[in-house]
Protein backbone atom coordinates (compact mmCIF):
# COMPACT_ATOMS: atom_id res chain seq x y z
CA UNK A 1 0.00 0.00 0.00
CA UNK A 2 1.83 3.34 -0.69
CA UNK A 3 1.87 5.38 2.23
CA UNK A 4 -0.52 8.49 0.74
CA UNK A 5 -3.60 6.12 0.89
CA UNK A 6 -2.65 5.02 4.70
CA UNK A 7 -5.43 6.98 6.12
CA UNK A 8 -8.12 4.59 4.65
CA UNK A 9 -6.81 1.51 6.09
CA UNK A 10 -9.86 0.15 8.12
CA UNK A 11 -12.55 2.86 7.16
CA UNK A 12 -16.10 1.43 6.31
CA UNK A 13 -17.37 3.14 3.21
CA UNK A 14 -20.96 2.78 1.95
CA UNK A 15 -20.97 3.27 -2.13
CA UNK A 16 -24.76 3.79 -3.43
CA UNK A 17 -24.90 2.08 -7.05
CA UNK A 18 -21.91 -0.36 -6.82
CA UNK A 19 -23.33 -2.96 -8.91
CA UNK A 20 -22.02 -1.93 -12.06
CA UNK A 21 -19.61 0.75 -13.38
CA UNK A 22 -18.35 3.81 -12.18
CA UNK A 23 -19.77 2.60 -8.31
CA UNK A 24 -18.07 -0.84 -8.72
CA UNK A 25 -14.71 0.79 -9.40
CA UNK A 26 -14.81 2.77 -6.82
CA UNK A 27 -15.80 -0.08 -4.51
CA UNK A 28 -12.44 -1.99 -5.47
CA UNK A 29 -10.31 0.71 -5.26
CA UNK A 30 -11.55 1.66 -1.78
CA UNK A 31 -11.12 -2.12 -0.78
CA UNK A 32 -7.69 -2.56 -2.64
CA UNK A 33 -6.74 0.27 -0.11
CA UNK A 34 -7.84 -1.30 3.06
CA UNK A 35 -11.82 -0.02 3.41
CA UNK A 36 -14.38 -2.24 4.55
CA UNK A 37 -17.02 -1.78 1.62
CA UNK A 38 -20.86 -1.40 1.59
CA UNK A 39 -22.21 -2.10 -2.09
CA UNK A 40 -25.63 -0.75 -1.89
CA UNK A 41 -27.73 -0.99 -5.30
CA UNK A 42 -31.23 -2.02 -5.61
CA UNK A 43 -29.25 -4.65 -8.24
CA UNK A 44 -29.05 -8.09 -5.64
CA UNK A 45 -27.42 -10.46 -7.94
CA UNK A 46 -24.72 -8.68 -9.44
CA UNK A 47 -24.42 -6.61 -6.21
CA UNK A 48 -23.71 -9.47 -4.05
CA UNK A 49 -21.05 -10.56 -6.88
CA UNK A 50 -19.28 -7.74 -6.30
CA UNK A 51 -19.50 -7.41 -2.61
CA UNK A 52 -17.82 -11.07 -2.64
CA UNK A 53 -14.77 -9.76 -4.32
CA UNK A 54 -13.49 -8.29 -1.19
CA UNK A 55 -13.91 -11.85 0.80
CA UNK A 56 -14.42 -10.47 4.27
CA UNK A 57 -14.47 -6.55 3.63
CA UNK A 58 -17.42 -6.64 1.42
CA UNK A 59 -20.85 -6.46 2.27
CA UNK A 60 -24.28 -5.98 -0.24
CA UNK A 61 -26.94 -4.19 1.21
CA UNK A 62 -30.57 -2.98 -0.78
CA UNK A 63 -30.83 0.20 -1.04
CA UNK A 64 -33.16 1.96 -3.00
CA UNK A 65 -31.97 5.57 -2.66
CA UNK A 66 -35.23 7.52 -3.82
CA UNK A 67 -36.82 5.93 -0.09
CA UNK A 68 -36.15 7.58 3.14
CA UNK A 69 -36.81 4.20 4.63
CA UNK A 70 -34.94 2.06 2.78
CA UNK A 71 -31.54 4.49 3.54
CA UNK A 72 -32.98 4.12 7.38
CA UNK A 73 -32.87 0.15 6.89
CA UNK A 74 -29.46 0.03 5.48
CA UNK A 75 -27.74 2.74 7.98
CA UNK A 76 -29.16 0.62 10.92
CA UNK A 77 -28.29 -2.43 9.35
CA UNK A 78 -24.50 -0.91 7.90
CA UNK A 79 -24.47 0.18 11.93
CA UNK A 80 -25.09 -3.16 13.34
CA UNK A 81 -22.71 -5.02 10.97
CA UNK A 82 -19.74 -3.31 11.05
CA UNK A 83 -20.65 0.28 13.15
CA UNK A 84 -20.03 3.94 11.99
CA UNK A 85 -19.87 4.79 8.85
CA UNK A 86 -16.74 6.63 7.52
CA UNK A 87 -17.02 7.63 4.10
CA UNK A 88 -20.42 7.88 1.98
CA UNK A 89 -20.07 7.69 -1.97
CA UNK A 90 -23.40 8.97 -3.81
CA UNK A 91 -22.86 7.70 -7.15
CA UNK A 92 -26.73 5.49 -8.25
CA UNK A 93 -27.59 7.60 -10.79
CA UNK A 94 -29.57 6.86 -13.95
CA UNK A 95 -29.60 9.06 -17.77
CA UNK A 96 -32.12 9.81 -20.30
CA UNK A 97 -31.32 11.70 -23.76
CA UNK A 98 -34.28 13.48 -24.35
CA UNK A 99 -34.69 17.67 -24.92
CA UNK A 100 -36.56 19.47 -23.22
CA UNK A 101 -39.66 19.43 -26.03
CA UNK A 102 -39.09 15.42 -25.78
CA UNK A 103 -38.87 14.47 -21.91
CA UNK A 104 -42.07 13.02 -20.12
CA UNK A 105 -42.95 14.28 -16.81
CA UNK A 106 -42.77 10.91 -15.67
CA UNK A 107 -38.91 10.84 -17.04
CA UNK A 108 -38.13 13.88 -15.22
CA UNK A 109 -39.66 13.20 -11.80
CA UNK A 110 -37.80 9.85 -12.30
CA UNK A 111 -34.26 11.40 -12.63
CA UNK A 112 -34.36 14.06 -10.18
CA UNK A 113 -35.88 11.04 -7.44
CA UNK A 114 -32.60 9.10 -7.83
CA UNK A 115 -30.10 11.36 -9.07
CA UNK A 116 -31.00 14.09 -6.84
CA UNK A 117 -33.43 13.25 -3.82
CA UNK A 118 -31.27 10.25 -3.53
CA UNK A 119 -28.10 12.08 -2.84
CA UNK A 120 -30.15 14.03 -0.39
CA UNK A 121 -31.31 11.58 1.67
CA UNK A 122 -27.45 10.06 1.61
CA UNK A 123 -26.45 13.29 2.94
CA UNK A 124 -28.46 13.67 5.32
CA UNK A 125 -28.00 9.78 6.83
CA UNK A 126 -24.67 10.35 6.18
CA UNK A 127 -24.07 13.44 8.38
CA UNK A 128 -27.01 11.66 11.42
CA UNK A 129 -24.12 8.87 11.70
CA UNK A 130 -21.14 10.74 11.31
CA UNK A 131 -21.48 13.49 13.79
CA UNK A 132 -21.50 11.62 16.59
CA UNK A 133 -18.68 9.42 15.26
CA UNK A 134 -15.97 11.82 14.77
CA UNK A 135 -16.72 12.87 11.39
CA UNK A 136 -16.00 11.27 8.05
CA UNK A 137 -16.41 12.17 3.86
CA UNK A 138 -19.25 12.51 1.47
CA UNK A 139 -18.32 11.93 -2.15
CA UNK A 140 -21.31 13.08 -4.63
CA UNK A 141 -20.84 11.83 -8.44
CA UNK A 142 -22.33 14.99 -10.27
CA UNK A 143 -21.26 15.39 -13.84
CA UNK A 144 -19.77 17.26 -16.68
CA UNK A 145 -23.41 18.02 -17.71
CA UNK A 146 -24.28 19.18 -14.31
CA UNK A 147 -21.67 22.41 -15.00
CA UNK A 148 -21.96 23.06 -19.00
CA UNK A 149 -25.41 21.27 -20.59
CA UNK A 150 -25.93 19.90 -23.56
CA UNK A 151 -29.67 20.39 -25.23
CA UNK A 152 -30.18 16.62 -25.13
CA UNK A 153 -30.18 16.02 -21.49
CA UNK A 154 -32.16 18.51 -19.25
CA UNK A 155 -33.27 16.58 -16.62
CA UNK A 156 -30.32 14.36 -16.20
CA UNK A 157 -28.36 17.84 -16.26
CA UNK A 158 -30.75 19.54 -13.55
CA UNK A 159 -30.77 16.78 -11.61
CA UNK A 160 -26.79 16.79 -11.72
CA UNK A 161 -25.86 20.76 -11.17
CA UNK A 162 -28.84 20.30 -8.24
CA UNK A 163 -25.97 18.17 -6.48
CA UNK A 164 -23.34 20.41 -6.80
CA UNK A 165 -25.15 22.81 -4.94
CA UNK A 166 -26.05 20.72 -2.54
CA UNK A 167 -22.63 18.97 -2.05
CA UNK A 168 -22.04 23.03 -0.98
CA UNK A 169 -24.97 23.39 1.57
CA UNK A 170 -24.28 20.19 3.19
CA UNK A 171 -20.34 21.04 2.83
CA UNK A 172 -20.88 24.29 4.59
CA UNK A 173 -23.24 23.01 7.01
CA UNK A 174 -21.06 20.55 8.29
CA UNK A 175 -18.14 22.96 8.95
CA UNK A 176 -20.27 25.96 10.50
CA UNK A 177 -21.25 23.18 13.07
CA UNK A 178 -18.12 21.97 13.49
CA UNK A 179 -18.77 18.42 12.63
CA UNK A 180 -15.58 17.00 11.11
CA UNK A 181 -17.36 15.82 7.87
CA UNK A 182 -16.73 16.98 4.14
CA UNK A 183 -18.87 16.91 1.25
CA UNK A 184 -17.49 16.76 -1.75
CA UNK A 185 -18.74 16.29 -5.77
CA UNK A 186 -16.95 14.84 -8.73
CA UNK A 187 -17.99 15.76 -11.93
CA UNK A 188 -17.22 13.30 -14.32
CA UNK A 189 -16.73 13.67 -18.38
CA UNK A 190 -18.07 10.63 -20.43
CA UNK A 191 -16.72 7.88 -19.21
CA UNK A 192 -15.79 4.23 -21.08
CA UNK A 193 -18.78 1.70 -18.67
CA UNK A 194 -20.88 -0.74 -19.31
CA UNK A 195 -23.61 1.48 -20.56
CA UNK A 196 -21.16 3.29 -22.98
CA UNK A 197 -19.71 -0.14 -24.32
CA UNK A 198 -23.02 -1.93 -25.11
CA UNK A 199 -24.05 1.43 -26.98
CA UNK A 200 -20.64 0.95 -28.84
CA UNK A 201 -21.77 -2.82 -29.61
CA UNK A 202 -25.50 -1.78 -30.81
CA UNK A 203 -24.29 1.11 -32.94
CA UNK A 204 -23.95 0.74 -36.60
CA UNK A 205 -20.58 2.83 -36.01
CA UNK A 206 -18.97 2.51 -32.99
CA UNK A 207 -15.83 4.31 -33.57
CA UNK A 208 -17.97 7.19 -35.40
CA UNK A 209 -20.09 6.70 -31.89
CA UNK A 210 -16.81 6.94 -29.79
CA UNK A 211 -15.12 9.57 -31.75
CA UNK A 212 -18.27 11.93 -31.30
CA UNK A 213 -18.11 11.66 -27.45
CA UNK A 214 -14.45 12.02 -27.73
CA UNK A 215 -14.54 15.10 -29.41
CA UNK A 216 -16.84 16.88 -26.59
CA UNK A 217 -13.60 16.52 -24.38
CA UNK A 218 -10.38 18.68 -25.50
CA UNK A 219 -8.44 15.79 -24.52
CA UNK A 220 -9.73 13.88 -27.54
CA UNK A 221 -10.93 11.23 -25.20
CA UNK A 222 -13.72 9.65 -23.33
CA UNK A 223 -12.49 8.91 -19.35
CA UNK A 224 -12.20 5.58 -17.58
CA UNK A 225 -13.75 4.24 -14.64
CA UNK A 226 -10.12 4.76 -12.99
CA UNK A 227 -9.82 8.17 -13.47
CA UNK A 228 -12.94 8.63 -11.54
CA UNK A 229 -12.34 5.74 -8.42
CA UNK A 230 -8.84 7.79 -8.03
CA UNK A 231 -10.40 11.31 -7.64
CA UNK A 232 -12.98 9.61 -5.06
CA UNK A 233 -10.07 7.66 -3.14
CA UNK A 234 -8.35 11.13 -3.02
CA UNK A 235 -11.25 12.95 -1.75
CA UNK A 236 -12.39 9.81 0.36
CA UNK A 237 -8.78 10.47 2.51
CA UNK A 238 -7.06 12.53 4.95
CA UNK A 239 -4.68 13.61 2.18
CA UNK A 240 -7.97 16.24 1.25
CA UNK A 241 -8.31 16.99 4.96
CA UNK A 242 -8.44 20.83 3.71
CA UNK A 243 -10.90 20.22 1.24
CA UNK A 244 -14.92 20.67 1.19
CA UNK A 245 -17.37 22.24 -1.02
CA UNK A 246 -15.85 21.73 -4.25
CA UNK A 247 -16.63 20.19 -7.55
CA UNK A 248 -14.03 17.93 -9.27
CA UNK A 249 -14.27 18.22 -12.78
CA UNK A 250 -12.72 14.43 -14.15
CA UNK A 251 -13.91 15.44 -17.48
CA UNK A 252 -10.73 16.12 -20.14
CA UNK A 253 -11.16 19.49 -19.86
CA UNK A 254 -14.48 19.45 -21.02
CA UNK A 255 -16.34 22.38 -18.96
CA UNK A 256 -13.16 24.46 -19.44
N1 LIG B 1 -20.83 6.77 -17.30
C1 LIG B 1 -20.60 8.07 -17.54
O1 LIG B 1 -20.13 8.47 -18.62
C2 LIG B 1 -20.90 9.08 -16.45
C3 LIG B 1 -20.48 10.40 -16.63
C4 LIG B 1 -20.74 11.34 -15.63
C5 LIG B 1 -21.41 10.96 -14.48
N2 LIG B 1 -21.81 9.67 -14.33
C6 LIG B 1 -22.51 9.32 -13.08
O2 LIG B 1 -21.79 8.29 -12.43
C7 LIG B 1 -22.70 7.47 -11.70
C8 LIG B 1 -22.51 6.02 -12.10
O3 LIG B 1 -22.73 5.90 -13.51
P1 LIG B 1 -22.43 4.55 -14.31
O4 LIG B 1 -22.21 4.93 -15.71
O5 LIG B 1 -21.43 3.76 -13.58
O6 LIG B 1 -23.89 3.87 -14.23
P2 LIG B 1 -24.34 2.32 -14.21
O7 LIG B 1 -25.67 2.30 -14.88
O8 LIG B 1 -23.26 1.43 -14.73
O9 LIG B 1 -24.51 2.03 -12.66
C9 LIG B 1 -25.51 2.68 -11.91
C10 LIG B 1 -25.84 1.80 -10.71
O10 LIG B 1 -26.84 2.49 -9.95
C11 LIG B 1 -27.80 1.54 -9.54
N3 LIG B 1 -29.09 2.22 -9.28
C12 LIG B 1 -29.94 2.76 -10.19
N4 LIG B 1 -31.02 3.23 -9.56
C13 LIG B 1 -30.84 3.00 -8.23
C14 LIG B 1 -31.61 3.27 -7.06
N5 LIG B 1 -32.83 3.85 -7.14
N6 LIG B 1 -31.12 2.91 -5.86
C15 LIG B 1 -29.90 2.29 -5.78
N7 LIG B 1 -29.14 2.00 -6.84
C16 LIG B 1 -29.60 2.35 -8.05
C17 LIG B 1 -27.90 0.55 -10.70
O11 LIG B 1 -28.46 -0.69 -10.28
C18 LIG B 1 -26.44 0.44 -11.09
O12 LIG B 1 -25.78 -0.59 -10.36
C19 LIG B 1 -24.10 8.02 -12.00
O13 LIG B 1 -24.50 8.90 -10.98
C20 LIG B 1 -23.90 8.76 -13.31
O14 LIG B 1 -24.85 9.77 -13.51
C21 LIG B 1 -21.57 8.72 -15.28
Known sequence: MQDKQRSLAGKMAIVTGAASGIGAGIARLLAAHGCRV???DVDKVEGRRIAEEFDGNGYFCHLDVTSEDSWLA??????????AVDILVNNAGIGSAESIEEVSLDVWHQILAVNTTGVFLGCRCAIQSMKNSGGGSIINISSALGLRPLSSTPAYGAS???????????????AEKGYQIRCNAINPGFIMTPLLENAMAAAEDPDALLKGYS???PMG????????????????????QFITGIALPVDGGMTI
Open 160 to 174: KAAVVNLTKTTALQC
Open 221 to 240: CVGSIDDVAQAALFLAGDES
Open 74 to 83: LMSEVNRHWG
Open 38 to 40: VIA
Open 215 to 217: DLH
